[in-house]
């Protein structure tokens, strides 16, 4: 906490000093498809791919940005991402405790993982000359649980990252590459994408865009309440529009 602290505080420098902000008034969204797999440990290094198989799903995503002219104050975001997948008569291999209820290998029973979150994003444009870089902050609302029959752990929680985009167009084709970035240590998500998008200056943009996105929880984090130490990652695919 202490490290995210120091670093929104050097960025809210480093904004002030330069006065580097966004020129243009702008609505950004997209809504789109991920096709996520979901990978690693649970429960005291129980996996979840051998005894819950709970692997390949996907879920929609989509976000909400507005940016404005007016210096010092940051842009907003705002965003979704679905992550869940349940799965009936999975038989154990192995042996464990979860909330102090024993599991023994060779039973069947049934399982539910659900890390959806919201995101809402403070945010300062370094660079907006047809390379853009954005800084800031975002507070990540997890709401969700993991479930073995009526056993149940629920996480209903903030969590602080930082977060960080960029994005280069190329010219005279519509074409664009990016990336954007949340992240503490503990939980590391980002994502790498190529688009195209209309380019006028009377009508609304719009455009498509695909790439990869990776969201790591590490155990040792006690940020959500559950003990997981999970990869999420797979391709996506995002209608998007500028307004």
């Not at 800084?135 to 990540?140: E, P, S, W, Y």
């Not at 029959?149 to 990016?178: H, M, Q």
């Amino acid at each position: 906490m202490k490290t995210l602290l120091g670093l929104v505080s050097s960025l809210i420098s480093l904004t002030l000093s330069s006065a580097i902000y966004a020129d243009n008034l702008g609505v950004h969204g997209g809504i789109g498809y991920w096709a996520f797999e979901a990978k690693g440990d649970v429960i005291n290094n129980v996996s979840i791919q051998d005894n819950f198989d709970i692997n390949d799903e996907s879920g929609l995503a989509g976000y909400l940005a507005f940016e404005h002219p007016v210096p010092l104050i940051p842009n907003i975001r705002g965003s979704f991402t679905e992550i869940s997948d349940e799965a009936d008569g999975n038989v154990l291999a192995t042996n464990f405790v979860f909330n102090g209820v024993p599991f023994v290998a060779g039973q069947t029973v049934n399982t539910e993982l659900d890390l959806s979150h919201a995101d809402v994003t403070f945010y300062y444009e370094l660079i907006d000359v047809g390379f853009d870089a954005d800084l800031g902050i975002t507070a990540r609302y997890y709401s969700g649980d993991f479930s073995i029959d009526s056993v149940r752990e629920d996480f209903d929680t903030w969590v602080p990252l930082l977060y960080g985009s960029i994005k280069l167009g190329l010219p005279l084709s519509g074409l664009y590459v990016g990336a954007d970035f949340n992240g503490d240590g503990d939980i590391m998500d980002y994502s790498a994408r190529v688009g195209w998008a209309t380019d006028n200056f009377i009508f609304p943009e719009f455009g498509i865009e695909a790439g990869y996105r990776n969201m790591t929880i590490d155990a040792s984090s006690s940020k959500i309440g559950v003990g997981l130490d999970t990869d999420v990652a797979g391709a996506f695919v995002n209608l998007t529009a500028h307004f």
